[in-house]
């Protein structure tokens, strides 16, 4: 039996891999641990550990380790407070090998505690490319530490295979992330527009801004300042979730706060929840902002995203994205390509480029052949 220990600090990858944690706890030849920390356990974050518990999903132990603030020094002393709590959970449970998904700062705490501990890494996510933040040379690092890699499309495994990684480690899994649309029972209009506090009489869009980490032109509070200065030339409603704890964090949240309560058709959510967030795209007119949701996730709904900036720049986009600048004027001219109709119509026939669905299929049987042995830790 494989001994699997799992690691989530983010609604948003906890929201992509939980399928798959869930049927490998469910599986006679695995066993998982799951370990959950970071803005799970915040209440500002949505305390998204109680979404984990609802889903029956069994949770091994916490790690709390963030400081507060989102500076770049309390962001440091976190990931320094990570790395103690890290080196309890390792000493304390026995696992064969971990898993992780994505491109967060934790994840360098995450991985340099498995390499001491001698215990090989399975990274998903990797070979991708976002030009705009750190989490580009954190997802590099951690390919590079990583023994397995399931990736979302071929392009991503050759770009693994370019950096070095041997071919018969990297495995094409397709985003695990389509699976959570195809057993979500979704929730009805009706209901869910109620419990958003939405109504039918006028278009909804989806926005989630999360900071620049590296973008030295254009402020944080000048990128967030044109993105409502552009909507604000539309009659829309507006849901927001909350942006990643990051480096000028606050910057964004204090103007959100403005609008939320200066304008009674926005409306924010510390966290919607996977069911929720999933049974409101198809409802909405574009996702707008620059999460990797709209990259990856709107696209399967057929519905457009407004990808901003240059956070997601680098990654493959279906036709159903449309990128621009930060500025005002470029993001109006999106909007109205976004809800031009026969661009919406020309999506319908649109293939996803990420997978089937299968992801934790193909991984679970990749996995089944693997023995944790030197041939597998070493990377030679």
Not at 289 to 304: C, L, R, T
Request: aromatic share 10%.
């Amino acid at each position: 039996m494989l001994r699997i220990a799992f690691f989530t600090t983010t609604r948003a990858e906890f929201g992509i891999m939980s399928s798959f944690i869930r049927k490998i706890q469910n599986h006679k030849q695995f066993e998982a641990l799951l370990f959950v920390g970071g803005t799970h356990l915040k209440k500002e974050y949505g305390n998204t550990i109680e979404e984990i518990k609802s889903l029956d999903i069994k949770i091994t132990d916490t790690f709390d380790y963030l400081q507060k603030g989102n500076s770049s020094y309390s962001i440091a002393k976190s990931s320094g407070q990570c790395g103690i709590e890290l080196a309890r959970i390792f000493k304390k449970y026995d696992f064969d090998i971990i898993s992780i998904l994505g491109d967060r700062y934790e994840l360098i705490p995450i991985t340099l505690t498995a390499l001491l501990f001698n215990k090989p890494i399975i990274h998903w996510g990797g070979g991708e490319f976002t030009e705009g933040v750190i989490d580009n040379q954190i997802r590099h690092m951690v390919t590079k530490a990583s023994n397995i890699h399931f990736v979302a499309a071929l392009q991503y495994a050759d770009n693994i295979v370019s950096m070095g990684e041997k071919p018969e480690r990297v495995c094409v899994t397709g985003s695990p992330v389509i699976e959570n649309f195809k057993k979500i029972i979704p929730i009805s209009k009706a209901e869910l527009f109620a419990d958003l506090g939405l109504t039918n009489n006028k278009a909804v869009v989806l926005l989630t801004y999360h900071p620049v980490t590296i973008e030295l032109k254009t402020s944080p509070l000048q990128q967030i300042k044109n993105l409502f200065e552009a909507l604000n030339h539309f009659d829309f409603q507006i849901v927001i979730t909350a942006p990643n704890l990051e480096s000028d964090r606050d910057v964004i949240m204090d103007y959100i706060y403005t609008e939320v309560k200066n304008n009674s058709d926005v409306h924010y959510f510390e966290s919607l929840g996977i069911r929720r967030y999933h049974s409101l795209i198809p409802y909405c007119s574009f996702l707008i902002g620059n999460s990797s949701s709209g990259i990856f996730e709107a696209p399967y709904f057929k519905v457009p995203t407004i990808n901003i900036g240059d956070r997601q720049k680098g990654r493959f986009m279906h036709v159903s994205v449309i990128n621009t600048n930060y500025t005002e004027q470029s993001i109006i001219e999106t909007i109205n390509k976004s809800l031009d109709e026969t661009f919406v119509n020309s999506l319908k026939n649109m293939d996803y480029e990420f997978g089937d669905g299968r992801a934790s299929e193909i991984a679970i049987e990749y996995l089944k052949k693997i023995e944790i042995n030197e041939r597998l830790i070493r990377k030679v």
